[in-house]
């Protein structure tokens, strides 16, 4: 059983230490190996009063108006590892172990409250406030891995970022801290984090751990000293200093190359668990640029690349980034849960199966492969970085196949 939560690693870089007022956003999803993650987009929609919305294992009510997201997902579960918004919001989330065992009940996995908080929350404040009044109302738990063998429980943080601010939110059960930032570098993994800088909280959280016995009242309230089995609280993450190390330039390329590096342990490749998708976000502090966000849609982002996405109106679909759909038939709905494995391998992946192959076991070729797609994913970069920095508002026409376009010209390649 995979008790230890997966060292998933998320970051944030705020001026000064990221470039020209950008907010840079990134993460690495460490999911079980053979994992499969997809790209979807989903536009914005009008529901009708009193429907519902069908999440990985219950239904809850649905909003008026949901906004438009596009989502890295395991492609059995219904929520995201990571997303952003429209309005430039992104939201990403890590399981964490707490003293407090994670409920195996089916409730909302923290996946799905990533998604309820893109859909729901124009900034990263309103995202916070959507994922905690959810927790109160339906509460997290489920199993977090396709298995049908057992069931793997978490607890949830989330890393909640936007144009201006970001938050990170932690959770055990429905009891919740966040601490708000707006400068410099914040990196969260599979532990807690907060300590006493507590920006907002549950009403009730401290009469709980009083009541718990987990803290006397008298000394400083530490949310990760409460909360963590006493062995795990550990110095996060080595990530963050490649990042600061940056000196006041973090840019989209240093976030991707802090997502490549398996020395430091930010990009996963373990015996369990494997970096399956990545995603880097830029964010600028002027609105009246576009907020871009990079997929790669295929594991180990050393072996991946990160292709572009803005949102636009009419923005073209990539069915080929999709994995395929078993609708009713899919064993994720049906109970008992995952008595078989489908298989969800999209294009893009199974073409980049046999890049990893020939990276592999054939050293020239695959070098010289590996080059041609970093060329690639660089005009990528130079091109979203002329977008931002140039003076004349951008049309919408110029990107509405961007994605698209990005990840067909990948799979050419391989071929």
Known sequence: RMAAAPPSYCFVAFPPCSKDGLVVFGKNSARPRDEVQEVVYFAAAAHDPGSKVECTYIEIEQVPKTHAIVLSRPSWLWGAEMGANEHGVCVANEAVVTREPASESEALLGMDLVRLGLERGATAKEALDVIVALLEEHGQGGNYYEDGSSCHTFQSAFLIVDRNEAWILETSGKYWAAEKITEGVKCICNQLSLTTKIDAEHPELRNYVRS?????????????????????????????????KQGGDVSAQAMIDVLRDKDSGVCVDSESFLTTASIVSVLPQDPSFPCVHYFTGTPDPSRSIFKPFIFVDDVKLVPKVQSPSFGNDDPAKKIPRFQEKPDRRHELYKAHEWARSLLENDQDKGQKLMRIMLDLEKQGLEAMEDILTRTEVLDPAEVVDLFYDCVDTELKFFK
């Open 212 to 244: 718990q016995g987990w803290w006397n009242g008298d000394s400083d309230f530490n949310f990760s000293e409460v909360f963590s089995l006493a062995h795990d609280h550990l110095a996060c993450c080595s990530g963050r200093e490649s990042l600061e």
